[in-house]
């Protein structure tokens, strides 16, 4: 049985699904008439809600304008009573009961109230005499002619000037206003007239339409048979269409309402409805509202009746309520639009699939293979990163090429910066010459693609015309790959060419390429992470033999130095021992502050703090310097020293002549120490560069033990030397040539070795560039410490001292010197050399008591250490200057760094002196500062 299911539901299938494409179509039209029908459905709905809300709009206007009528009916009831209890009012009278009443203040929409008086058509003179006494001198009664009852406007409140003008008008006299007259007095109630123009309107430009409201006020007169023997008059209400609408609902305001209304009345004249006010005409003009959205009530007013029409306004609807219906209906049409197409789709797909099974068949086992490719492919790339060797590394990176793509064999070329690749790997393919001199612009051709040098790729003629003829031969030869990368995390722009030998259409497909290119550029990564690793295992090396070095390069001197301050504690030695003892101790502590020096300069170098002060120099009086301190160390070796000058040099120059000294006795020292027989020379000249610009050449030549290739590359770094024999021998820090080198590039030029041959000597070569100064006298060079102390007193004068003719044994005498100094040793040091220059010396351990020993002895100058226990040297030296001391803070500190003495300037010291520091200069420091103002 389940074997006959099956084939009926296939039948099935192929019948309503492939066979009838009309069933989907009969679905969208089933869709378009759902969505029509959902938009008249929402359409209907919210005309329903919008006549509701209009239904409550208008009942309120029309329960405003009922009940001010209801009040204008009420106001003429009262006036009846009030003339039929108390007779004929005056119009005082008649004011006062108005005003009484606050008729106008609860009927705002009311233009007047007032009283017609019956009368015969003999009493008219009397009447107009009375009325002219009464305060109107002009008082007429208007207009005349026969008619069968005389009324005349004795009474109107209020008295403007509007309603002054139908003072003893007589009503009854105009066939619309008789008309109404005389239905109130046949009912007894109010009646209205048809729409009129009010006799105080008649002189305007644009009269404005009224209504009057009369009804009859009657004596008692039981017996009369005609209500016109009754008649005293009648009291009436004086509409003004546009008053009354804006007194009852206010100034219409288009934004603040949400409908309009028009009310017409029925004119039986014209036995028709006439317009008598619209609330909004000129506003709504071309406003659209959705729909046929309206509402018309009639209104009884009195004995007529009115029909107004209820508009909204295009505010009345919420701004989303005119586009509910189309984009609910647009909502539901994209919907089962959706619906529709996945139907269709699916009926395509399954015919297509019927069609197509053995394409499909195959796309599936492609994307079967792309997944399995990528599979391998990240575990080929796990595999390179694990390698930490560059040779291991290679033989695996072979392996997977061949694994993956059966590449038989490849070569990999690395270019460093912007010269040629060299072979750093080959396996059995060692066609391929050692370097490929290819330009900068391949690179940026062939970019990190693969190209395949027998497919007919369009860029493939130019990139084998970069090759030599004999590469490409190789590479046309056989199928051969050509593929680049780039190290990225080495620190520069190194790149790897990778030439690969396969089989053909080995990058036909682009995941084929993609996993190529993406195991190329693992290589270099893990190629660039062993580089890495070699050099930081290199630098270790390093580190560890500097180290060692330096430590016997400190302890050397600092043996000396211990070993004769044992010596000095004897008590039988002579006096010329001691002098010599002391000799060696001052020039191993000064080895030892070089050293130093030298360790802080290439730190300085490495962080880019290093600064250069140019000045005026005069180069033959430093080269008899270099001479002078040269020839005391080349006859201790008992070998030549000479200068000599090639060429006309500039006798003053532009440049730093501390650090050109300082490279100079560096390289001439080298020189020096590794000669042993024979002598050195230095030779300088002026020369052009490779730019054209002039420089001094400096040649120090040496005929000493030399340098081998293999040692040259090390030659200029940091704590290395060309080979650890030659540390062990004629000892050294590795420091010198280095920090030479980098000083001589600061300056703009540069330091190399220019020829060397082992045993025979060697020739270094230093250039400067210069700009040629003045002949005149140069400025002698300002020290680090007179520059800070001309900044912290750039408003003194500048005294001169001649220190020849000065005894520094006295040269302090009197003077009070505050030392805050917290190393005992230290303090014995200083006060000695100062107590022997005549100064007398108060110590304070710490900062707070150096603070409170200022201000209690008042020292002429205070020596305050930086590093000292409880309030360091700044906070100290802030806090005196805070408090009002102004004599001279000298800073004692053992940091030599620039920001250290900025530092120290900006906390309100005048100077520095370095430790550690002889007592001469120490002397000398303290005398120029207490000199320094005149």
Request: include cysteine; glycine fraction near 6%; proline fraction near 4%.
């Amino acid at each position: 049985m389940p074997k006959l299911r099956y084939p009926r539901l296939q039948r099935l299938r192929q019948f309503f699904v492939l066979s009838h494409e009309w069933n989907v179509f009969i679905i969208l039209l089933i869709i378009i008439a759902i969505s029509l029908t959902s938009w008249w459905t929402v359409k209907v709905h919210l005309e329903k809600e919008w006549k509701a809300r209009l239904a409550a709009e208008s009942g309120k206007v029309m329960a405003r304008i009922e009940r001010e009528f209801e009040g204008y009916s009420q106001s003429l009831s009262d006036a009846r009573a009030f003339i039929q209890t108390g007779g004929m009012p005056t119009p005082k009278q008649f004011q006062r009961y108005i005003e009484s009443s606050e008729l106008f203040r609860r009927f705002p929409g009311l233009q007047g109230i007032a009283f017609t008086e019956k009368m015969d058509r003999a009493s008219i003179p009397v009447f107009e005499k009375r009325m002219r006494s009464y305060g109107y001198p002009d008082f007429n009664y208007w207009p005349q002619g026969d008619q069968a009852l005389y009324t005349s406007i004795s009474l109107i409140q209020p008295e403007d000037w509007r309603n002054k003008k139908a003072l003893g008008y007589d009503m009854y006299s105009e066939p619309i206003r008789r008309e109404a007259m005389d239905k109130a007095l046949k009912t007894g109630r109010p009646s209205m007239t048809d729409p009129i123009t009010l006799v105080q309107d008649t002189t305007e430009v644009t009269p404005q339409i009224g209504l009057l409201v009369y009804l009859p006020v009657l004596k008692d007169n039981p017996d009369a048979k005609d209500p016109r023997e009754s008649l005293l008059g009648f009291s009436y209400s004086i509409v003004n269409i546009t008053k009354f609408f804006n007194g009852t609902l206010g100034v219409p305001q288009f934004y603040n309402e949400k409908v309009n209304y028009r009310l017409e009345a029925f004119d039986r004249r014209l036995d028709r409805y006439v317009p008598l006010y619209e609330r909004f005409s000129g506003e709504v003009q071309g406003a659209m509202t959705p729909g046929e959205v309206k509402m018309v009530q009639e209104v009884p007013v009195f004995d007529k009746t009115w029909r107004i029409t209820f508009v909204p306004l295009p505010h009345f609807f919420n701004w989303y309520e005119r586009y509910i219906p189309i984009l609910f209906a647009f909502v539901t049409l994209v919907m089962l639009s959706v619906i529709f197409l996945a139907l269709w789709s699916t009926q395509q797909f399954l015919k297509f699939s019927e069609k197509h099974k053995d394409s499909l068949a195959q796309i599936s086992k492609n994307k079967s293979d792309e997944i399995l490719l990528i599979r391998r492919l990240n575990a080929v790339i796990a595999d390179l990163s694990s390698a930490i060797d560059a040779q291991p590394l290679f033989e695996k990176f072979r392996a997977h090429l061949h694994e993956v793509f059966e590449v038989s064999d490849c070569v990999v070329y690395v270019r460093e910066d912007r010269g040629p690749y060299e072979k750093r790997f080959e396996g059995e393919l060692s066609v391929f010459p050692d370097t490929l001199d290819l330009p900068w612009e391949f690179d940026q051709f062939l970019a990190e693609k693969v190209f395949d040098t027998r497919s007919k790729a369009e860029g493939l003629p130019k990139l084998f015309s970069w090759f030599s003829p004999e590469v490409r031969r190789i590479l046309e030869s056989a199928p051969y790959y050509v593929g680049r990368s780039v190290m990225h995390e080495s620190g520069k722009s190194t790149s790897v060419l990778i030439l690969m030998k396969g089989t053909q259409n080995l990058v036909a497909g682009t995941i084929m390429e993609y996993a190529l290119v993406s195991m190329i550029g693992q290589f270099a990564m893990s190629y660039d992470k062993a580089i890495l690793l070699r050099r930081a295992e290199d630098a270790n090396v390093m580190k560890s033999s500097f180290l060692a070095n330096m430590s016997h390069e400190i302890r050397t001197p600092l043996g000396v130095i211990v070993g004769y301050s044992e010596i000095l504690a004897e008590d039988d030695l002579e006096k010329q021992e001691k002098q010599q003892i002391v000799k060696s101790v001052k020039r191993n502590g000064k080895e030892l502050a070089r050293l130093i020096d030298d360790i802080l300069d290439i730190s300085k170098v490495e962080a880019g703090k290093l600064h250069f002060e140019m000045a005026q120099v005069n180069l033959e009086n430093l080269v008899q310097e270099i001479k002078s301190i040269m020839e005391v160390r080349a006859t201790d070796r008992k070998i030549q020293f000479n200068v000599a000058k090639l060429s006309n040099v500039p006798n003053y120059i532009i440049t730093d002549d501390i650090r050109l000294k300082q490279i100079l006795v560096n390289v001439v020292g080298n020189a020096v120490k590794f000669t042993e027989k024979g002598g050195v020379k230095l030779l300088y000249k002026t020369s052009l560069d490779e730019h054209g610009h002039e420089v001094i050449e400096f040649q120090i030549q040496d005929s000493g033990i030399g340098i081998s290739e293999r040692h040259r590359q090390n030659l200029f770094k940091a704590f290395s030397q060309g080979d650890v024999s030659t540390t062990r021998k004629y000892g050294g820090t590795g420091l010198g040539l280095a920090l030479s080198k980098r000083l001589a590039e600061l300056l703009g030029g540069d330091l190399y070795l220019l020829e060397s041959s082992v045993g025979k000597g060697s020739t270094f070569s230093l250039r400067i560039p210069f700009k040629q100064a003045s002949t005149s006298l140069p400025l002698p060079r300002q020290d680090v410490n007179a520059a800070k102390v001309a900044h912290a007193f750039e408003e003194s004068s500048l005294r001169p001292i001649d220190w020849q003719s000065l005894d520094l044994h006295h040269l302090l005498k009197g003077v009070r010197i505050l030392l805050v100094e917290d190393s005992e040793d230290n303090q014995e040091i200083f006060q000695h050399f100062l107590n022997n220059a005549g100064a007398e010396v108060r110590v304070a351990e710490d900062g707070e008591k150096g603070v409170a020993e200022t201000f209690a002895w008042d020292p002429d100058l205070v020596l305050m250490d930086i590093q000292i226990p409880k309030k360091d040297g700044k906070q100290a030296t802030r806090e005196i200057r805070r408090r009002g001391f102004t004599k001279p803070v000298i800073a004692l500190t053992a940091h030599a760094l620039t920001e250290e003495i900025e530092s120290c300037l900006d906390a309100g010291c005048n100077g520095q002196i370095t430790k550690p520091v002889s007592g001469e200069l120490l002397v000398q420091e303290v005398y120029f500062y207490l000199n320094h103002r005149g």
